[in-house]
């Protein structure tokens, strides 16, 4: 693709979007009544939204041809890693201050820390061998199979935020759909390339 440099980089300087609005926010006092939370809720919502991007490149590229498009997926998969990154210091450090008592009772009490510190934690190894390097040490077929993680962390962290709504669960509904979606293409993708590959 002839501008693909130039397409990746307004790429990343839009996934930065949401972490400049939200800076902007805190500076003009539009965080609302309570902003640790609301800080805290929108990390948490554009981790989620680009763990789904990134789980979205693969049948993108498969139905419309681009195959340029997988080149993105790591940055999308960092970008999760980092707003991921972010939403847990905001947790331990605005709302918890670091208290590793606190925060141990959180976890063994609250079903949705519990599950959104598992899918967090999952996310590290997946970050660490995102390099070139990594993929090399590790080998073609241990580093797939590692990455595969990203999909009980996807379905964690959808968990983590249906469990964490208490009233309305419509938006949570919504990324469980669009995940569900996800999931089913690859499942049905690969059941129909091994019915061909019995066929020949």
Same mark, same amino acid.
């Given at each position: 693709?002839?501008?693909?440099?130039?397409?990746?980089?307004?790429?990343?300087?839009?996934?930065?979007?949401?972490?400049?609005?939200?800076?902007?926010?805190?500076?003009?006092?539009? /965080?609302?009544?309570?902003?640790?939370?609301?800080?805290?809720?929108?990390?948490?919502?554009?981790t989620l939204v680009f763990l789904l991007i990134t789980?979205?490149?693969t049948p993108l590229r498969s139905l419309s041809g681009?195959?340029?498009?997988?080149?993105?997926?790591?940055?999308?998969? /960092?970008?999760?890693?980092?707003?991921?990154?972010?939403?847990?210091?905001?947790?331990?450090?605005?709302?918890?201050?670091?208290?590793?008592?606190?925060?141990?009772?959180?976890?063994?009490?609250?079903?949705?820390?519990?599950?959104?510190?598992?899918?967090?934690?999952?996310?590290?190894?997946?970050?660490?061998?995102?390099?070139?390097?990594?993929?090399?040490?590790?080998?073609?077929?241990?580093?797939?199979?590692?990455?595969?993680?990203?999909?009980?962390?996807?379905?964690?962290?959808?968990?983590?935020?249906?469990?964490?709504?208490?009233?309305?669960?419509?938006?949570?509904?919504?990324?469980?759909?669009?995940?569900?979606?996800?999931?089913?293409?690859?499942?049905?993708?690969?059941?129909?390339?091994?019915?061909?590959?019995?066929?020949?």
């Amino acid at each position: 693709m002839k501008y693909f440099a130039q397409l990746k980089a307004a790429l990343f300087l839009a996934s930065l979007i949401p972490l400049i609005r939200l800076g902007w926010y805190g500076y003009s006092s539009q /965080l609302g009544a309570n902003p640790i939370e609301y800080i805290t809720r929108s990390l948490g919502t554009w981790t989620l939204v680009f763990l789904l991007i990134t789980l979205s490149i693969t049948p993108l590229r498969s139905l419309s041809g681009w195959s340029w498009l997988i080149k993105l997926r790591r940055m999308a998969g /960092l970008f999760a890693f980092f707003y991921a990154l972010l939403h847990f210091i905001t947790y331990i450090w605005l709302d918890q201050f670091f208290s590793l008592h606190d925060m141990y009772k959180d976890v063994i009490k609250r079903p949705f820390i519990t599950i959104g510190f598992t899918a967090f934690i999952m996310m590290i190894p997946l970050a660490v061998t995102s390099t070139d390097k990594m993929i090399k040490r590790l080998g073609g077929k241990r580093w797939l199979l590692l990455h595969r993680l990203i999909y009980p962390v996807a379905i964690f962290a959808v968990l983590h935020y249906w469990w964490l709504v208490k009233k309305d669960i419509t938006q949570p509904l919504i990324y469980a759909a669009v995940l569900a979606a996800l999931l089913a293409y690859r499942i049905v993708a690969r059941g129909l390339k091994t019915k061909l590959s019995n066929l020949i």
